[in-house]
């Protein structure tokens, strides 16, 4: 019991306790006392009915007549789960007597259970709308809910000594000793300056204290009145001129009314401490937003810039020319070199702004930021630089076999001009015996000839079979000439059959043949034919790629040269059966038309053929020189790459593993260790220039078409992978120590804590690969295994099997950490709201700083419950979500 009740008590002559004492004590109805007090109730009632207002009014009701609205139960149960926020049983809806004494009964029994022992008062008489029993069981109740947490030195007694100690000198005009609030009401309230002085006090912009005056009663109390109910959020509840008009003020009344101002201000207090608390808490929350809305920005900005590239590397579209492929290849080449390199530095930078983000959010309590995800390009990148080296592979190689097929095409073509008109010819009709038996020896030696084309034919046909295998570009004309010789070939094949019968029918009248031009024509035929394979041949062009394949080509050449004396030893003989001829001719003088009946060939087409040949040889020694020169030089270019990438390749991996060892075994402050990381960082890349100069030796090497290096393991792609690695690396281990001086400034963790932390860190990291066995303690699976457990799921919650140094640091501090919690926000804005279950937007207007407040409006939903009111906003789901996964 607060020492101001008991002092109430006593001057209304109340006994000290919870019990509301007999007749004559105010509050207690036993009809026949202290008339004076409570017969009409003119002042109290207006009073009551105001402050019964002001609770039933949060509840969306109000009451007109105090005594006649409270007779069914329901309002007054209503009254009391208002101002004690707790539920009272469920009460009767019947309109029937009965049923409105049940409710009233309810209603007492709960005030009985506060503690406070009724005497007459029953549930009839309120029921009967007796004035003096409803009034006596009102101010029951703002004694018991209203009145009893207040003291003197709380409330009262401050009140009147901020009055007592304006600058205008109220305290000279009201200095008194409050032995008696009965006195204190009759003195300290009745000119107004008492109230004027509460507010004051606690709200002095409100009132101009200094301009009133003592001799104007009724404009203080006025005044008072209209600024507490204004601003304040408190209903009038006297009049000024019950006041000014009675030598005594009601009691009752007063004491009613300056509890509403001890609640109002009281509540203002709690509201500022929740408003501060609401007002961090939405600070820190507004800048972690900021900052995902920044690294939104960039990660959209490097996925855009992924999402228009891959398609680009991924497009396998082939080009019909070597120089269209080519081109492709180049800009790859650009691709590589100049477009994607600044692209990796943005990747690195957005981990560090990623990994920084998540260590504030930590810091703060709340959770970690789970951005949009997205792809690279570095898996496209090697399919499509490996497509274009397939695709220029074969299109060299479609050239090469079109270049071939041309060739022996034209060689065919050639051969086979006339072929046709000539096997079409009737000669055999009107020639003699001699010249029939020619016609047929010629015809004879033709069918051998034609044996002997008939593999370049089969040949031309296999490359232009090759040809429609490969997807030549150009494989329609090919088809076509190719089909044009097929069908040729098939009609000197029937041809030839054709005229070969008509022969033979004939060749029985005819018996003289000339067997020295039959015989020329045997040997002369298979020799040009060889002669023209040869000059084939010798002019075909190679593709080679390594000193071993020229070498052998060239070993093929001189087993080649080697067999031309046998070759003009025949061309000697050919010749000497023609010569042979023409002595027998001179000899019987025999009557010749001057060419052999057998064959086209003749001696100047043999000799001049021979000597196209022995030109053909020497070119031919040329073209194999050159290739050798430059298959030497790719050979250096191989040895020169491979001497850079030998060394660059087990530096970068030194370098590496340098960086690993120094993450682990780092010595000095924090600040030391960055600045040592840095120095070393800058010597990384001032190694850049050494990649440059192999990546301009990889190009030559490309350039050269050299597609394999046996000197070494390494590749470009292998060091420009290993290059970023190391670059991404080095500025990881930057980034973790920069969090770390983040995390040990924001919680306060000394150097000498970290030392520890690190050696804890890095001793558990070497036994980690140990058996788990001896974790658990002497007793096998028990407590300190389950310690382990419950560690490993703070440090590591995905089960990934690695615990970093950062969430090391994280979990050894986390116990000290001042964070706040959802439930603790949830608690402030409770206070802003008037213990309401929702607050509304002039509520956060009032107490929050204009931005924050509108924040929080923007972002705060709907509230949805019962006893809300239009416009009422859901304070709860908000706090939570400021602590939970969402969009907020």
């Known amino acids: 019991m607060s020492a101001w009740l008991c002092s109430c008590r006593s001057s209304f002559g109340f006994p000290s306790g919870n019990t509301v004492p007999d007749a004559g004590a105010p509050g207690v109805i036993n009809p026949g006392t202290r008339k004076e007090a409570l017969a ?20 969306g009701t109000q009451i007109e007549n105090i005594e006649e609205d409270f007779r069914d139960g329901l309002k007054l149960m209503l009254l009391l789960e208002v101002i004690s926020g707790e539920r009272l049983a469920k ?71 901020a009055a007592c100690s304006d600058p205008i000198g109220a305290h000279d005009l009201y200095e008194v000793h409050f032995n008696s609030v009965s006195l204190l009401c009759s003195l300290s309230w009745k ?34 009145f209209d600024v507490a109910e204004k601003y304040l959020d408190i209903p009038k509840m006297l009049d000024a001129e019950d006041i000014v008009g009675t030598a005594r003020p009601d009691e009752k009344a007063i004491m009613t009314y300056v509890s509403s101002f001890y609640h109002a201000f009281s509540g203002a207090q709690k509201a500022e401490t929740a408003a501060n608390r609401i007002c961090k808490v939405l600070a820190v929350n507004q800048e972690n937003e900021q900052l995902m809305e920044d690294y939104e920005k960039l ?73 949009s995800e997205g792809k690279m390009v570095s898996g496209a990148e090697k399919g499509y630089e490996e497509w274009l080296l397939n695709e220029i592979r074969r299109l060299e190689r479609l050239d090469h076999l079109a270049e071939k097929f041309r060739q022996k095409a034209a060689i065919h073509e050639a051969w086979t001009e006339g072929k046709e008109e000539m096997l079409q010819k009737r000669d055999y009709e009107t020639a003699s015996l001699s010249e029939i038996k020619a016609l047929l020896k010629k015809h004879e030696a033709f069918e051998s000839d034609l044996a002997a084309h008939q593999d370049r034919v089969e040949q031309i046909a296999a490359i232009a079979q090759e040809l429609n295998e490969l997807d030549y570009y150009d494989s329609p004309s090919v088809n076509a000439r190719c089909q044009r010789i097929c069908d040729q070939w098939d009609a000197l094949g029937a041809l030839t059959q054709k005229r070969s019968e008509a022969l033979q029918r004939t060749e029985k009248l005819l018996e003289t043949i000339d067997q020295l031009y039959l015989e020329f024509a045997k040997r002369a035929a298979p020799f040009n034919n060889w002669m023209e394979g040869a000059m084939e041949d010798l002019q075909d062009t190679f593709i080679v790629h390594t000193i071993e394949e020229i070498q052998g080509l060239s070993t093929a050449h001189e087993q080649f040269k080697a067999t031309l004396p046998e070759a003009d030893k025949e061309r000697q003989a050919i010749l000497g059966i023609h010569n042979e001829i023409a002595k027998i001719v001179q000899t019987y003088h025999v009557n010749m038309a001057g060419t052999n009946p057998y064959t086209t060939i003749n001696p100047q087409e043999i000799n001049a053929k021979w000597d196209k040949v022995r030109q053909l040889v020497p070119q031919r020694d ?80 490309q350039e050269a078409l050299i597609f394999d290096n046996k000197h070494t393991n390494y590749t470009m792609e292998h060091i420009r992978v290993g290059w970023e690695q190391l670059l991404t690396t080095i500025a990881r281990t930057i980034n973790e120590i920069e969090n770390q001086i983040l995390t040990r400034d924001a919680k306060g963790i000394s150097q000498e804590q970290l030392n520890e932390f690190r050696a804890s860190f890095n001793h558990f990291d070497r036994v980690s690969t140990h ?29 990934m099997g690695i615990v970093t140094f950062q969430a090391f640091i994280d979990f050894m501090s986390r116990e000290t950490a001042d964070t706040d919690t959802a439930d603790q926000v949830m608690a402030s804005f409770k206070v802003l709201a008037g213990d309401k279950n929702y607050i509304l937007a002039d509520e956060l207007r009032r107490e929050l700083p204009p931005d924050q407040a509108e924040y929080c409006i923007a972002r705060m939903a709907p509230y949805t419950g019962p006893d809300g009111v239009p416009g009422a906003l859901d304070y709860m789901s908000f706090s939570t979500a400021l602590y939970g996964e969402s969009d907020l």
């Open 191 to 224: 000119d107004g300056l008492g109230f004027c002085a509460l507010i004051h006090r606690h709200r002095p912009e409100l009132i101009d204290y200094g301009k009133l005056r003592k001799d104007d009663p009724m404009t203080n109390l006025n005044t008072a």
């Open 771 to 799: 058996s788990r066995g001896g974790r658990g303690g002497r007793g096998g699976r028990g407590s300190g295994e389950n310690e382990f457990s419950r560690i490993m799921s703070i440090v590591d919650p995905n089960r």
């Open 299 to 371: 990660a959209s900005d490097l996925l855009e810039w992924i999402r228009r590239t891959i398609p680009w590397l991924e497009n396998r579209m082939p080009e019909n020319t070597m120089q269209a492929m080519q081109q492709k290849l180049e800009d790859f080449r650009d691709y590589r070199r100049l477009h994607k390199p600044p692209k990796v530095q943005e990747k690195c930078q957005l981990e560090i702004n990623f990994n920084t983000l998540q260590t504030k959010l930590r810091l703060s309590n709340r959770p970690a930021f789970m951005p």
């Open 91 to 161: 009460p009767e809806r019947g309109k029937m007597r009965v049923h409105k004494i049940s409710n009233v009964n309810k209603a007492l029994d709960f005030i009985a259970s506060k503690g406070v022992k009724l005497v007459s008062i029953g549930a009839e008489e309120i029921v009967d709308g007796n004035a003096k029993m409803t009034l006596g069981m009102i101010w029951t109740i703002i004694l018991r809910f209203a009145i009893q947490d207040i003291s003197v030195e709380g409330t009262v007694y401050a009140c009147w000594h």
């Open 40 to 59: 009409a109730g003119c002042v109290t009632r207006p009073t009551f009915t105001a402050w019964c207002n002001s609770h039933l009014r949060k509840a």
């Open 622 to 701: 040329q073209a194999l020189i050159e290739e050798h020169a430059r298959q030497q030089n790719n050979e250096r270019l191989r040895r020169q790459f491979a001497n850079q990438a030998n060394v660059i390749g087990p530096w970068i991996q030194t370098k590496m593993e340098e960086i690993g060892r120094i993450s682990i075994e780092m010595h000095g402050t924090l600040e030391d260790q960055l600045t040592h990381l840095r120095q070393y960082e800058k010597s990384i890349v001032n190694y850049k220039p050494k990649i440059d100069q192999l990546e301009g030796d990889h190009q030559l090497i």
